[in-house]
């Protein structure tokens, strides 16, 4: 008898083993491309919020653009708290723990926040900008039933 328990339990903790391992592998990267798409819309709608607030978009170095949008600007108000973006060392990162991009567009020079993906590549197929949290959440687009996640 308690030799057929240990063979149970040892065969319950390979299927554990196995439904981890399949986990990591195949739901675990789309749960990060989701995560960091939701990461990126917050932060892209926060420099919008400091842009229609100060007339200019908060400052393009990583961690100037940080401290602004977590209070440290000419009016001390809070655009991000800590629990709605991942940072690493003053710097917004994305869940592989690079610095989110920030860039200029358009002449009025506006700022576009962008993650590179999983690759690490910025400006090939599987790059994460704010508009891409459509693409997870396309119930809560704007114009339907919700203003967003």
Sequence with gaps: MARGCVK???GVCFLILAISVLFF?????????KATALLVYHVDKAAAAFNADFGKPPPDDPAEFAA????????EKVYLRGKQ?????????????????????GPDGNL???STGPDGIAGNGDDIGPADIWLHYPEEK???NGEGP
């Design 142 to 144: 704007p114009g339907g």
């Design 112 to 114: 576009t926040v962008r």
């Design 68 to 75: 602004a949008l977590r209070g440290r600007n000419d009016r």
């Design 25 to 33: 592998i195949f739901v675990w990267p789309e749960e990060k491309k």
């Design 85 to 105: 973006v991942l940072s690493r060392e003053g710097r917004f990162t994305d869940y592989w723990r690079r610095d989110l991009l920030i860039e200029k567009n």
């Design 8 to 10: 149970i339990i040892i």
